[in-house]
Nanobody
């Protein structure tokens, strides 16, 4: 069982930056691939980024590539999402997720989810 708690959301102007954190419970954090997803009002949840178990590989949705960076610190049981050059269309609730065997696309196959943190980007 893994419990995930996101933090770091807030209100930021377009062009600004935010850093989201996701703290995981348990002693097996390094056995989980981690992902970030988001859901805007009236839209389906979408994949944002993922990172492999050791942190050696990362994957991004085309919409955030070059602006967002996912990283993890296995010693701290924490995964991060650094978001730069934010746009109003990035406004959403952001969720982190953990999975031992995500799909080959890294966008599905996650078993545990956090409660989400709101990110609002004003124009």
């Amino acid at each position: 069982q893994v419990q995930l708690v996101e933090s770091g959301g807030g209100l930021v102007q377009a062009g600004g930056s935010l850093r989201l954190s996701c703290a995981a419970s348990g002693r097996t954090f390094s056995s989980y691939a981690m992902g970030w997803f988001r859901q805007a009002p009236g839209k389906e949840r979408e994949f944002v980024a993922a990172i492999s178990w050791s942190g050696g590989s990362t994957y991004y949705a085309d919409s955030v590539k070059g602006r967002f960076t996912i990283s993890r610190d296995n010693a701290k049981n924490t995964v991060y999402l650094q978001m730069n050059s934010l746009k109003p269309e990035d406004t959403a609730v952001y969720y982190c997720a953990a999975g031992q065997t995500p799909s080959s696309s890294w966008s599905t196959g996650y078993d545990y989810w956090g409660q989400g943190t709101q990110v609002t980007v004003s124009s």
